[in-house]
């Protein structure tokens, strides 16, 4: 009986110190992702805090974690110093037409590539994922020189055309159509079905999530380029969104900024992106963890 309470007390003793060691291994877990969280959202707060400072406040030698005086109207002031309605317009234009394009070559592309058979197939898909071993900057002088002949410079097509076919996402949705039964195809071209209606009535809604994460990337990747439309596009009628907020915010003279200004046009270009990840997040993760099963 004693040596029965002995084994029962070493058996409490032993669980009582691994839920000690779960809550201990729980605690630093948390902890450690709050102290990531913190260095991760503290340039936002940041960026929120100074949009609405004055500029004499802004310029202190000790900065102030919160505003003395709190100037919503810097966001106005924003809006109507940068033409920020211009640029959205800009912006939205060449993001939506470079995304239906690209959504209509890549479709098409991963399609031929994960269903139809042609020679030479594998190495032309072979050599279109070498492609991406090179890095995008080394083809912007021959792509600068090529859109220049074709006397593209400042116009729409130049922000639109260059970008639309992305080996990325030909291989992203070619992953995902490889997952779906070759069976079904087979039974549908028994049927008579075409490759084109059997691709809009079976491979898009079953790919769909994959489809909805290349829209958001496609859209973003609009939304933030940069260096591309500064080189060939940087007039008034066509800049971007990105190149727009570079210089609206110097004085007469060209020196000096109004950083708080900028910082509030800043958060307001920001707060689509935001919007799109917070209510949009889950399309993206399970369309790339669904393309990434079958090789």
């Given amino acids: 009986m004693a040596e029965r309470m002995m084994k029962e007390r070493n058996l409490q003793s032993v669980t009582a110190k691994s839920r000690l060691g779960n809550g201990g291994a729980k605690f630093l877990t948390y902890l450690f992702l709050l102290v990531m969280a913190v260095i991760v959202l503290f340039p936002f707060y940041w960026m929120i805090i100074s949009s609405l400072k004055t500029l004499t406040?802004?310029?202190?030698?000790?900065?102030?974690?919160?505003?003395?005086?709190?100037?919503?109207?810097?966001?106005?002031?924003?809006?109507?110093?940068?033409?920020?309605?211009?640029?959205?317009?800009?912006?939205?234009?060449?993001?939506?037409?470079?995304?239906?394009?690209?959504?209509?070559?890549?479709?098409?592309?991963?399609?031929?590539?994960?269903?139809?058979?042609?020679?030479?197939?594998?190495i032309l898909f072979a050599a279109l994922l070498a492609t991406m071993m090179i890095p995008g900057e080394l083809f912007t002088i021959t792509n600068y020189a090529t859109v220049n002949t074709f006397g593209w410079l400042n116009t729409y097509t130049v922000l639109i055309v260059p970008f639309l076919v992305s080996v990325f996402y030909i291989y992203l949705l070619r992953q995902n159509f490889l997952q779906i039964p070759n069976e079904l195809y087979l039974a549908a071209k028994v049927d008579g079905t075409s490759d084109l209606k059997y691709l809009w009535t079976v491979m898009i809604p079953l790919s769909l999530p994959t489809l909805i994460s290349i829209t958001i990337l496609k859209m973003m990747g609009a939304w933030n380029s940069y260096i591309w439309p500064r080189l060939v596009a940087n007039d008034a009628a066509h800049q971007m969104i990105t190149n727009g907020l570079r210089n609206a915010f110097k004085d007469a003279a060209g020196e000096q900024t109004n950083y708080p200004v900028q910082m509030a046009a800043v958060a307001l270009v920001s707060a689509p992106l935001f919007l799109v990840y917070i209510?949009?997040?889950?399309?993206?993760?399970?369309?790339?963890?669904?393309?990434?099963?079958?090789g």
């Fill in 57 to 122: 406040e802004y310029r202190l030698s000790k900065p102030t974690f919160f505003p003395r005086t709190v100037m919503f109207s810097n966001y106005g002031e924003a809006f109507t110093t940068a033409r920020l309605g211009r640029l959205f317009t800009n912006t939205l234009i060449v993001g939506v037409v470079s995304t239906l394009l690209s959504l209509v070559i890549t479709v098409l592309s991963a399609f031929a590539f994960a269903r139809l058979e042609f020679k030479g197939k594998n």
């Fill in 279 to 294: 209510f949009l997040r889950k399309y993206i993760m399970k369309g790339v963890s669904r393309s990434g099963i079958k």
